[in-house]
């Protein structure tokens, strides 16, 4: 006996979601069918007894033949109560409904219907997850994602993207466009669209022209805090704090981007002062092709083994690090751990404390030959 069709799609990127969704919708159910062929359930409850009404309507859907015999589709669309931990999940109405529910899709769709699920988190231990693995397909786009790994997705993703749209970018545009935009998808497509229109017959695009055309949010403010810091340049500093404002926690996060960044400018002013690192401002840089044993060995212990760095990346970050001896970096680490301690035991606003810091790490720079002559001590 020929088994319904049973698919759940979830994850953090409601762009992905929802295409993979139509996608489906339009694999079961063919174009001239579609005006009465899709039926949808809103999963989006406020209350245990929404989650109870909304299941029972998504299996009487189901169960519910398709206008004079044609294909139909039944989606339950932002399921949200699947989530877990929520107040309406945690509900005793909306569990006993997600069980009655799975219990149900156990036994099996029968021949002829199909049901699609789509929501942001799904937990992956689930009783529910697991029998959309066992009794049909699942798509899992990822949920609580590390920022590495978001970004690795993205990524790869963007390849996709530049493919569909017609355009190219050289490694540094890429990481750029990234910077300036983030991860999440749909608004990837839409200033990939931008761009697009720029470029006119072009469709190459340089660092220059995403700078020029796409919109900057608030990760690539903060990302040009961290340019800003590694310049020195306290005009620009201020500046981009100010457009920061008004975001709560936005002062941790900035603790913890900076924290990284230092150690990364630790190492690299480390590297140069022992000559495994070549270059400075504009101009080639690159790691020594004869590291010492010593070198290799520090390396390859570091959480992120800055060899790896790409040569736009080494280009950018060598002269941050190089606009600071290797004992005011050791300086500038103590005043950001120093910084997120403050920001999580003091009522002071948290732009006030990170500005006060960074000024301080950044102080009045001394001329180029001053602070090379330090650095060799």
């Known amino acids: 006996m020929k088994k319904g069709k049973l698919v759940l799609i979830c994850g953090d990127d409601e762009f992905l979601v929802e295409g993979a969704a139509r996608e489906r919708v339009n694999q079961l159910v063919p174009e001239a069918e579609r005006a009465f062929g899709i039926e949808v359930v809103d999963g989006r409850c406020d209350t245990g007894d929404e989650v109870v009404r909304a299941v029972e309507a998504c299996v009487e859907s189901v169960r519910t033949p398709g206008f004079l015999g044609s294909s139909k589709v039944t989606w339950l669309r932002h399921a949200r109560f699947l989530t877990g931990g929520g107040r309406v999940s945690e509900s005793v ?66 390849e996709r993207l530049l ?18 935009v983030g991860f999440d998808t749909r608004l990837q497509v839409q200033e990939l669209e931008k761009l697009g229109l720029y470029l006119g017959a072009v469709k190459h695009a340089t660092a220059e022209a995403v700078r020029e055309i796409t919109s900057i949010g608030r990760e690539a403010e903060a990302w040009d805090v961290l340019d800003a810091v590694g310049n020195r340049d306290a005009v620009a500093l201020v500046g981009t704090l100010r457009r920061l404002g008004g975001q709560r926690g936005v002062g ?93 035991s003091t009522g002071l606003p948290e732009l006030l404390l990170v500005e006060t810091a960074l000024l301080r790490i950044i102080g009045r720079p001394r001329a180029p030959a001053a602070r090379a002559a330090a650095g060799a001590r």
């Not at 799904?122 to 899992?140: A, H, I, M, P, Y």
């Not at 690192?277 to 390396?299: D, F, Q, R």
């Not at 002269?319 to 950001?336: C, G, M, S, W």
């Open 252 to 344: 941790i996060k900035l603790a913890a981007m900076l924290e990284k960044n230092i150690r990364e400018l630790l190492v690299l002013r480390e590297a140069y002062d022992r000559k495994w690192v070549y270059g400075g401002k504009g101009g080639a840089c690159g790691w020594s092709n004869s590291l010492p044993p010593e070198a290799a060995a520090v390396l390859a212990v570091l959480p992120v083994n800055p060899k790896t760095l790409q040569a736009w990346a080494m280009r950018r970050r060598l002269p941050h690090a190089l606009n600071y001896t290797l004992q005011e970096l050791r300086v500038a680490r103590f005043r950001i751990l120093e910084l997120r301690e403050k920001l999580v």
């Open 163 to 180: 493919e569909a749209a017609g355009l190219s970018m050289d490694d540094e545009a890429r990481q750029e466009f990234l910077t300036r």
């Open 93 to 158: 109405a909306a569990k006993g409904a997600v069980e009655r529910l799975t219990g149900w899709l156990k036994e099996g769709l029968l021949d002829g219907q199909a049901l699609i699920i789509t929501a942001e988190k799904v937990l992956r231990s689930s009783l529910f997850f697991k029998t959309c693995q066992q009794q049909g397909e699942v798509v899992d786009f990822g949920g609580g994602l590390k920022s590495w790994e978001l970004e690795r997705q993205a990524q790869e993703r963007l």
